[in-house]
């Protein structure tokens, strides 16, 4: 099961390409009702759908990151004036009070952690 509420993510990526450190930063999203909505602190905007699977006991997560125009995402993609979207899913054991996983972001690996902070008010 997924608990519908409020949840802190950290996303890190790897070693830059070109000898740079790895990158880290970190939003917030809401489950509720099989939808996601989220952001981060430099204009991320991501929406999707998540649903349990049952059969192999995780969490199915996809989004599509609305990134802004001139973002630069911590794996070094860099976009245009135009900004640019981006699809991504993963798979995450619902673990409490932390899940965590690998995406492909753009062709990039981003550990993603999600942390639930709590259930939204009825």
Do not use: N, W
């Amino acid at each position: 099961m997924i608990d519908e509420g409020v949840y802190g993510l950290s996303f890190e990526a790897p070693d830059i390409p070109g000898g740079g450190r790895s990158a880290s930063g970190e939003g917030l999203a809401v489950f509720r009702g099989g939808l996601i909505l989220g952001s981060d602190p430099h204009g991320g905007v991501f929406r999707g759908r998540y649903h349990y699977d049952p059969a192999c006991g995780e969490a199915v997560v996809e989004v599509q990151l609305a990134i802004p125009p001139h973002g630069v995402l911590l794996t070094g993609l860099a976009v245009g004036p135009e900004g640019a979207f981006v699809d991504v899913s993963g798979r995450f054991c619902p673990r409490h009070p932390i899940s965590s996983a690998v995406v492909d972001i753009a062709g990039a690996p981003v550990a993603v952690e999600l942390r639930f902070m709590g259930p939204l008010a009825k």
